[in-house]
């Protein structure tokens, strides 16, 4: 069955390191997508990809960045880590435009955490 | 703005009773609005998702509804089980081909 995994599901990092987050995905699908979560907020979108090298910034992109050099994977990594860049990420993807009804199906999340 | 608005913020029912959860939002314009469930630790997957022409749409024992021109949705479960308890995300897309989420609500069915 196809599906989406992202790694590590758990990290602890230091203020200032870089961290690399993983997402790879098996549906095959053009479009993927990073979101966080954090309490009292929905899902914002970090950064979004529409295909192979082309990637752009969603609403909270500051300090994150992404590269697209296949279709299963979209690793987002932050440059210099924040103790504001503590919360849980997800990675989604999905076969068209969210302005059609396309499914868009969600990777089981990573909890970072910055000390 | 663009926001999506849910209540009530949480909602404690027991095993086999019915509840509603509400969204109300002020995208626009409107493409299409979802319905996702969200179990403690997991990713959020999609129960419905509905056009400005449908009114009603069922899932097994979820049934969303929309009235586009008050710009309001509703998920009803019916007779709901312990595995209900998790978070429901309301999430509407406009069309800037973006999804934008509410905050959810958070289920918890006791027995």
């Known amino acids: 069955d196809a599906e989406i995994t992202q790694s590590p599901r758990h990290k602890i990092t230091e203020t200032g390191r870089q961290v690399t987050l993983a997402c790879h995905q098996t549906w095959n699908h053009n479009n993927m997508f990073w979101y966080r979560q954090d309490l009292g907020h929905g899902l914002r979108l970090i950064h979004y990809s529409y295909g192979v090298h082309d990637t752009n910034k969603g609403e909270v992109s500051d300090g994150y960045s992404v590269s697209r050099s296949n279709t299963e994977d979209l690793p987002l990594t932050l440059e210099s880590a924040a103790s504001s860049q503590t919360s849980v990420y997800f990675c989604a993807s999905s076969e068209g435009p969210g302005t059609v009804t396309y499914e868009q199906y969600f990777g089981p999340g990573t909890r970072l955490t910055v000390t | 703005k663009n926001q999506v608005e849910q209540s009530p913020q949480s909602l404690i029912i027991l095993e086999g009773k019915n509840c509603t959860l509400q969204?109300?939002?002020?995208?626009?314009?409107?493409?299409?609005l979802r319905w996702y469930k969200q179990d403690t630790g997991r990713g959020p997957v999609s129960l419905t998702i509905m056009t400005f022409s449908e009114n009603t749409k069922s899932n097994g024992r979820y049934t969303a509804t929309l009235d586009a021109d008050t710009k309001q949705s509703s998920l009803h479960i019916t007779a709901s089980q312990l595995s209900d308890s998790a978070s429901y995300i309301c999430v509407v897309s406009s069309n800037t081909d973006k999804l934008i989420f509410g905050t959810g609500t958070r289920l918890q069915v006791f027995p």
């Open positions: 969204c109300n939002y002020t995208v626009s314009p409107f493409s299409n």
